[in-house]
């Protein structure tokens, strides 16, 4: 099998990696890089686990191969906190307790991160819907809508 | 497996035509990934499509249509004012495939040539009358959206043929279109039965309409006789009640574990009614 070198930008490094085609992006993630936060769940694009922005939209990383990535720029949870400082909707997460076992958590944050990027003042509605990709077997929910609409007022308090 | 990525559409085709294993097209990836996770097909050529230069764009065609480059996702659709504008039915079609994170990815000419009978971006195209560009290795052929699919995870292509873009035609005046589904649930699930219809008025009448179901046969269906049940009408209870009957007669429909057989022959014609008042509305320019 005939590895394909790629280069890509991760959370705004650039970074180098030799990829079997048949790898996911989200195997390169943690595989080459040693980037774990990103979970693999089902693997077929049903869980929202694996979510990472690819060139500012929310994909699936178990949908989209590692070769896929050439030239491109992939955010991950990973690049979400500011060094130390967590990035508000991490805070407000911690907050309402919306998590359990934590499997989820990375991928919702970085979809909720997307949602309040492209809708800062979501209703719960939609935000729910928006969140529709992204399954959660602990919390049934509603602590993680809570926690997103927190951060999202909080948020536009911020910027205002 | 060996990945391809052909700067134009002749050399996507040349790969396939040449290729001795199992091949595949990749736009979106989100049937093809969760294929080969599955171990349901494991290609030996790979051939990613979204090198190729205008795959990710959305054109205006030189008579008013619409151009979709193969690559173009949902997201992207879904933000296009002019295309909702003019097609709200096949926007809105697609948007209902999968999670936020699936329409990063999932095309309009992925959901065609997975060849689902359920796949919600079909019917409609078919209603609208859209047609797509093939490329294969004796040139470029345009056909019929509804001549694609041939059964269940089939399409009539041939071999070294594919999908270069898909074009819809021109609006026009006073003319709307609208889909519907029905599922169990609110998201994130696949058609039971699925309806497009597309319309024009002249006043209150109907002068032309398609009616296309989905998920109700082995295919895709463009029922003609649905849309002659309307046409000439102005879609008083009458007319829908002809429409529903002709949808219902036209589904022929398995049972399964998503619903009966008796289940989808009556919803077809439920949705029917449904969605040609939608399409009715927005061709008088009321916002529904």
Redesign the interface.
């Known amino acids: 099998?005939?590895k394909?070198h790629v280069t890509t930008t991760v959370n705004g490094d650039t970074v180098e990696f030799l990829a079997d085609?048949?790898e996911?992006l989200l195997d390169c993630l943690r595989d080459h890089m040693g980037l774990t936060g990103s979970k693999e769940g089902c693997?077929?694009?049903d869980c929202?686990a694996c979510?990472v922005e690819?060139d500012g939209?929310?994909?699936?990383s178990?949908?989209?191969?590692g070769?896929?990535a050439e030239g491109k720029t992939v955010s991950t949870i990973e690049g979400m906190a500011n060094g130390s400082e967590l990035h508000p909707l991490q805070r407000k997460f911690i907050e309402h307790a919306a998590l359990q076992c934590g499997f989820c958590t990375p991928g919702i944050l970085v979809?909720a991160r997307?949602?309040l990027e492209v809708n800062p003042d979501p209703t719960e509605e939609e935000t729910r819907?928006?969140?529709?990709?992204?399954l959660c077997r602990c919390t049934g929910y509603d602590k993680i809508i809570r926690a997103v609409l927190d951060a999202a007022a909080e948020m536009r308090q911020e910027v205002a | 497996?060996?990945?391809h990525s052909p700067t134009d559409f002749a050399s996507a085709s040349a790969l396939a035509a040449g290729a001795s294993g199992v091949t595949r097209f990749?736009s979106?990836?989100?049937d093809v990934?969760?294929q080969?996770?599955?171990g349901m097909v494991l290609p030996d050529d790979?051939i990613?499509l979204?090198k190729i230069p205008g795959v990710s764009d959305i054109t205006q065609t030189a008579g008013g249509g619409w151009r979709i480059g193969v690559a173009v996702?949902g997201?992207v659709l879904g933000a296009h004012e002019g295309l909702k504008a003019d097609w709200p039915g096949v926007v809105e079609g697609m948007n209902l495939v999968?999670?936020?994170?699936?329409q990063?990815?999932a095309t309009l000419t992925g959901n065609l040539c997975n060849g689902s009978p359920a796949a919600d971006s079909v019917p409609g195209l078919v209603a609208a009358g859209a047609v797509v560009e093939i490329t294969g290795p004796t040139g470029v052929r345009t056909v019929a959206v509804e001549a694609i699919p041939a059964g269940p995870g089939k399409t009539t292509l041939a071999k070294g043929e594919l999908i270069s873009a898909i074009v819809l035609p021109a609006r026009g005046d006073n003319a709307g279109d609208a889909y519907l589904r029905f599922i169990p649930r609110t998201?994130?699930d696949i058609a039971v039965v699925g309806c497009a219809v597309s319309l024009r008025l002249s006043g209150d009448t109907i002068t032309e309409a398609r009616v296309a179901l989905g998920a109700v046969a082995p295919t895709v269906l463009l029922v003609s006789a649905a849309a002659d049940a309307i046409i000439g009408t102005t879609l008083d209870d009458a007319a829908l009640d002809a429409l529903a009957a002709a949808a219902s007669a036209a589904a022929n429909p398995i049972t399964d574990k998503r619903g009966t057989k008796e289940f989808r022959v009556e919803i077809a014609g439920v949705l029917a009614k449904r969605a040609a008042k939608i399409a009715f509305a927005r061709a008088k320019g009321e916002t529904a």
Not at chain 2, 98 to 102: A, C, E, H, N
């Open positions: 099998m005939t394909v085609p048949r996911t693997g077929t694009g929202g979510s690819l939209t929310l994909v699936c178990c949908l989209v191969l070769v896929e979809a997307k949602l819907y928006w969140l529709a990709g992204n | 497996m060996r990945y990749l979106g990836g989100t990934l969760v080969m996770r599955a790979l990613d979204k996702p997201i999968g999670s936020t994170q699936v990063g990815r998201e994130m």
